[in-house]
């Protein structure tokens, strides 16, 4: 099954962009990546849904990495990893079932 991880991005104000979480999908040896501004409540957030928004893919190395980002853009800390499988997809979206300790259950995502 292909892993996730959900990584929390801690950016220094000079970086000019908030601190997020990143949500990582191991898929064709790239990690597909989301930005995720806060988490929903059933991850300990406290929304009740979320934006998602498709950035650049990244090394599959962010699977196993904490620590500080190149070119200064602050660290990263993991919040959870696990294995997802697709439970749907279209041209404009991607609907997987996650099975972390802490993210779990069906999340949509657009492309």
């Known amino acids: 099954m292909p892993r996730f991880v959900l990584l929390y991005h801690e950016c220094p104000p000079a970086l000019g962009k908030p601190s997020h979480w990143d949500l990582m ?10 930005n995720l501004l806060q988490l929903p409540v059933a991850w300990g957030g406290d929304a009740a849904t979320i934006e998602a928004t498709r950035i650049a893919d990244h090394r599959i190395a962010y699977l196993n990495y904490e620590g500080p980002v190149s070119g200064g853009r602050g660290t990263v800390t ?10 749907s997809e279209d ?18 995502l657009p492309k």
């Open 25 to 34: 999908l191991e898929r064709d040896g790239v990690l597909l990546t989301w």
């Open 78 to 87: 993991r919040v959870d990893q696990g294995e997802y499988e697709v439970a």
């Open 91 to 108: 041209a404009a979206s991607l609907s997987v079932r996650l099975k972390g300790s802490r993210c779990h259950g069906i999340v949509e």
